[in-house]
């Protein structure tokens, strides 16, 4: 039986919905209204429209604070990165002795066919090095599980370091344990944010199939073709740069308690806007910074094996992988330390 509804009651449930859109209309644009608007249409932007002021800490301060909050707290930081070696090792894959040994013996027969003989030693831990990482060298055949594995414990080194650091700076005691157990809760709105970064990666991926297409065709061979390569290669950079600057500082804001994904995205672009060159510019000393300390801490570890490789019971260990492995590790570490530093000084400056 349908139930008849009076033209009173129409009315007045009309007047409800009206009610309810005016509001929601009105909600809308206060919310578009605090958001910072720039260079969202191809209006001209004037200097003065989208200068905006930041007084943090400089570049080089900004380096050693990130390694002395590290070291400072190294009896947290120090099993969390146990912890993730172990879990690499378990669920990612290590590279194996015999395929690192491989990369050995080409580099020797390399060196032996030189003209110039020998290399030195040095020069050897440097290349093994270099070659082990750019190679990919760091785990062992990875499949699409182990990938899967490879982000998931990513994603959680950096919840569970960028935890400790917010607990720690505020001055809680907490153990590691409690970051393990507690920092997970936002990893289905970081896993979002991590999504979004990788799309807006896609720029830069499509820079990689082109210049590989180029290399096999000799594309490059002609100058001119080569400065119009550079000139997209820029372009590419450039756009990936700027839409990652605000996402990497997303990813910072998401792991705070009950900030959605696309808020934490708004959140981050209000912040980043008219700083994002500033912000780049960082980035670019962190991985000079991060270059120089894989290199002062490995090389001496490769060398070291190198001599160690002439006894026979440790000439199947894997020290290096594993150091390499371990290295990754801290090296996600300070990436969540480095950029949540940042993201704590600004937000400080903005509530002046």
């Keep these: 039986m349908v139930k008849k509804v009076s033209k009173a009651a129409a009315k007045k449930n009309g007047r409800e919905r009206l009610k309810f859109a005016k509001g929601l209309k009105k909600k809308l644009a206060?919310?578009?209204a605090k958001r910072v608007k720039l260079h969202k249409s191809f209006k001209r932007s004037y200097r003065e429209d989208y200068k905006r002021g930041l007084e943090v800490p400089g570049m080089m301060y900004h380096i050693f604070a990130t390694?002395?909050?590290i070291f400072k707290n190294w009896k947290l930081f120090v099993p969390l990165i146990i912890i993730a070696v172990?879990?690499?090792?378990?669920?990612?894959?290590l590279m194996s002795e015999a395929s690192y040994q491989q990369f050995q013996t080409v580099l020797d027969e390399t060196t032996a066919a030189a003209e110039t003989g020998d290399i030195g030693p040095v020069a050897t831990a440097g290349l093994l090095l270099i070659s082990t990482v750019t190679t990919g060298g760091l785990s062992g055949e990875a499949s699409e599980a182990a990938a899967v594995f490879a982000v998931l414990i990513f994603l959680l080194?950096?919840?569970?370091?960028i935890y400790l650091l917010r607990h720690r700076l505020a001055g809680h005691k907490v153990k590691l344990r409690d970051g393990l157990y507690n920092a997970g809760a936002p990893l289905i709105s970081t896993l979002l944010v991590f999504a979004v970064a990788v799309i807006q990666c896609i720029p830069i991926f499509l820079l990689i199939i082109v210049y590989s297409a180029a290399v096999q065709t000799d594309f490059l061979a002609t100058p001119f073709y080569a400065l119009i390569f550079f000139i997209f290669a820029a372009l590419m950079v450039l756009l990936s740069g700027y839409l990652l600057s605000s996402t990497l500082m997303a990813m910072v804001a998401v792991s705070a308690p009950g900030l959605y994904p696309m808020r934490a995205l708004n959140t981050a672009s209000d912040l980043m806007a008219g700083r994002r060159i500033k912000f780049i510019l960082r980035i670019i000393v962190l991985l000079i910074a991060l270059a120089i300390t894989w290199v002062a801490v490995m090389l001496p570890i490769i060398m070291i094996d190198l001599w160690l490789k002439q006894f026979e019971w440790i000439s199947?260990?894997?020290v290096v992988p594993v150091c390499l492995l371990a290295m990754t590790c801290f090296t996600g570490i300070y990436l969540a330390a480095y950029f949540y530093l940042y993201y704590r000084w600004m937000l400080n400056y903005e509530e002046k």
Excluded: C
Excluded at 157 to 161: E, I
């Design 316 to 318: 199947q260990v894997p």
């Design 86 to 93: 172990v879990a690499g090792i378990s669920f990612v894959g």
């Design 30 to 32: 206060e919310k578009s």
């Design 67 to 69: 390694f002395r909050v």
């Design 157 to 161: 080194l950096w919840l569970v370091t």
